[in-house]
């Protein structure tokens, strides 16, 4: 094997808060089935969208350097919240490509009618440099109405994924948006991604949910294979899933969101 076959056959590292990005996993692993994945949930420090930028910062180094004790070849940013807040400084520590997540403002400003977008992020994402550049690029063609969310990624790590309560707290951030004219939300945390049936039932037929997931699974292979590191075995990819948080609770989220028999980590 020469340096770039070794090189191709490492994992991809992805990680976020918890398990909002394994939606991002999940649309990696669609795409690129031979890729072997590592996946950390760093749950013990959720929500990271209720944190400082320098507690975001640290927790972002901390599971790269575990990432890359894994050998990985990429590393993708599975959290808004983290990317909008750290990856350029990241970029900067840790010389291999590292991919993020930011709120599709992009493509909800094609879909939109109105002209009104509506933007359901966690609080920190919000309040980002690089989130107000980004919605300031589109400002001149849409409007753009933002809702932080508190307390939605506790409950979805909790695995409160419909019920009577989840609802009632997605009516509060919905409906604000929609008497101002939104006919189009974007999910600006990858969390939401696990409730977007549940988001469309509450905001209505009409109105048009915007998510990235597949957009950045394809950013992914654009990266590997400009970087000549796409996987180039031809048998299906293994996954590994560590958490920082319970592995009690780990094991029930991988098998409801994931499947059954995963292999499932506790990282101390
Ligand atoms: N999944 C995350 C995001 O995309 C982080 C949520 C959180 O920990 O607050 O923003």
Redo the contacts with the bound molecule.
Sequence with gaps: MDDKSIASSRPVGIF???I??LSVAQKIRELLPNEDIVYVADSLH?????KSDSYIFHRMSAVTEFLLAHNVKAVVV??????TTAISRLRACYPIPIIG?EPGIKPAALSTHTGIIGVL??P??LQTHSFTALAQRFAKNVRIEIQPCPDL?TRIEALNLNGEQTVTLLRQYIFPLLDKGADTIVL????YNHLSGLISQVAGENISIIKTDAAVAREVARRLSSEALLATNNHAGNEEFWTSGSLAVYHQQIEQLWGKNSKCYHWL
Excluded at 46 to 50: D, L, N, S, T
Excluded at 78 to 83: S, Y
């Design positions: 976020d808060s918890g909002g990005g959720a929500p990271y969208g209720e599975a959290c808004n919240t983290a990317t997540v992020a966690t920190r994402t990624v600006g945390c990858t969390h």
